[in-house]
């Protein structure tokens, strides 16, 4: 059974954007009861209970919040079309996947029209998660992001700090979820190659299920600790992979990494993954 969105006091939302991840949320925010009105040239038909607008001004003008999902080039381009039909008391919310410099862009228009602009991160994938989707919102009209987006089924944190923090949060996030992306196809098509691919799975989706804090402080502490060792490690395991046809991007980044903790450990420097304690360079 498909739990229900709450319902509030009606709220005008303007999207600009029915992409995927558009049309997920919009579909969610008008079960949630709210009004939407979206603008999209590249996807002309709108989910149902949607009011397609002409343009982004007929959108934006007299809603109370404006969310922004575009693919991060059009951004600005959103927001440029948006800024002569907003006003004060409304809020516009940058949930696109960009970078801190693009999301300050954004703000930097947004911000004269009397807006309230909000650098929301969304935290994972849309599809699936529609409104529910967790999000990280950052600027001067993050908290007003929150308290308007929260009640419809939004979870939102409120972060300090200005526009682009919330989007460094996310980019921080994804330097390890798309490593760990990479790490994994290396490894299976690795895997594919020697005749063991579903060994192979079995073994990545074991650590996975199984990961927690002391596996995370092995993986810091254990890499300085015994990167000497590993570095040898590592190296043969790109032999492998050569000889199997397969490109060790991953591997060589990992020998990368080793080697640099390796001269770190020698000069008696304590990385900040071990956090400052002194047994971090005490290797054996």
Known sequence: MVAK??????????????????????????????????????????????????????????????????????????????????????????????????????????????????????????????????ALASGPGAEDFARRLGPLGMPVEVLDGEPGVAAARKLLRSVFMKGLAAACIESTRAARAAGCEDWMREEIAGVLSGADGALLERLLTGSERHATRRIHEVRDARELLTELGVEARVSAAAEGWLTELEGEHAGGRVPAATGGREEGVRGR
């Open 5 to 134: 969105l709450p319902r509030v006091a009606p709220l005008t939302v303007a999207m600009l954007g029915l992409g995927e991840a558009g049309s997920a949320i919009a579909r969610d925010l008008v079960a949630a009861g709210a009004s939407v009105r979206a603008f999209d040239p590249a996807h002309p038909k709108a989910p149902d209970g949607i009011h397609v607008a002409s343009d982004a001004g007929s959108a934006v003008a007299g809603s109370d919040v404006v969310l922004s999902v575009n693919a991060a080039t059009a951004a600005l381009d959103a927001a440029d079309s948006a800024a002569s039909d907003l006003r004060a008391g409304q809020v516009y919310a940058d949930l696109n996947a960009a970078a801190a410099s693009v999301k300050r862009a954004v703000a930097d228009v947004v911000s004269p029209t009397g807006a309230a602009f909000a650098d929301v991160a969304l935290m994972d994938v849309v599809p699936g998660h529609g409104l529910r989707t967790p």
